[in-house]
């Protein structure tokens, strides 16, 4: 058995309430970690409080270019009081030969066909996914690792490396988005390779709704073109469905609605 190369993931709960008192460590972390942390929290704080900000402004631009009359129907759900976003800090050790051909992107996390023949082999440091809230906000240092899947084709899609830049900040769709946007949205599916000689570090910001929100489609993304595609569910009820299932399988699917029921409540309601 070869030991996953992502040494640590720290994730904090970052709802409204500050650090250190929000903290929740759902990972393995060590006592230096906590100690950095509690010294940084101010820090970490103000970075919270501006890169919600950003994903709030982000996601009114998606509500105005979907047309929507409430443009703040999403970012309305990353401000509410008990809303679950996250942070996550992940760190990826150099793992030498992690560029050969061979390694484990050869083989399909979900224990399907091999869809990474075209990736060039390579060590993962996190798996194939999607990531399941409504909108992630990733930055990264100069190490090159992300790469997001193309849409799927017959041949499963294609891995296309994301060049790193410290200085950008990246927008991930989750999947709770492309359900509130009827399937308009695409959550994309993606993972972080190790690098060869250098270590990559990231920082995800993830913005949840609480966890009694309904996720329904939107009634304005439900056309006669474009039958509503999910099921309502609570957050909480993802979450649930997500703990149960193996990180690369596609959770959504679980809540696909049966092409006949028509009269499912629409909305968006906490
Ligand atoms: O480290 C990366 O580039 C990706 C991390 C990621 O996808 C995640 O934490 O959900
Ligand atoms: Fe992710």
Redesign the pocket.
């Known amino acids: 058995m070869v030991s996953c190369p992502l040494t640590f993931c720290l994730c904090l709960h970052v709802s409204i309430v500050q650090l250190p008192s929000s903290i929740c460590f759902s990972c393995f972390i060590t006592h230096s970690l906590s100690f950095w942390l509690f010294l940084y929290s101010g820090v970490v704080n103000e970075y919270v409080k501006q890169v919600r900000q950003l994903a709030c402004q982000l996601l009114d631009m998606v509500g105005e270019g979907l047309g929507l009359q409430d443009t703040r129907v999403f970012s309305r759900l990353l401000q509410d009081s008990e809303n679950d976003s996250l942070v996550?800090l992940?760190h990826?050790p150099p793992w030498p030969g992690s560029d050969r051909a061979g390694g484990d992107a050869d083989r399909d996390p979900a224990g399907g066909k091999s869809r990474d023949k075209r990736s060039g082999g390579g060590r993962i440091?996190?798996g194939e996914?999607s990531?399941p809230q409504i909108l992630?906000i990733?930055r990264?240092n100069d190490v090159d690792?992300?790469q997001i899947l193309s849409a799927q084709a017959d041949d499963g899609g294609v891995w296309i490396p994301v060049p790193a830049d410290p200085v950008a900040f990246y927008v991930i769709v989750g999947d709770a988005l492309q359900a509130m946007t009827n399937g308009r949205l695409v959550s994309v599916r993606?993972r972080?390779m190790a690098n060869s000689c250098r270590p990559?570090t990231?920082t995800?910001f993830f913005g949840a709704p609480s966890p009694g929100t309904r996720i329904t489609p939107l009634p304005q993304m439900i056309k006669p073109d474009a039958p509503r595609r999910y099921k309502s569910f609570t957050w909480a009820e993802y979450k649930k469905a997500m703990y149960s299932l193996r990180l690369g399988h596609n959770r959504l699917d679980l809540f696909l609605a049966d092409p006949d029921d028509h009269d499912q409540e629409s909305g968006i309601s906490n």
Do not use: I, T
């Open positions: 996550r992940n990826y440091g996190f996914h990531d992630s990733l990264s690792g992300l993606h972080a990559r990231s995800v």
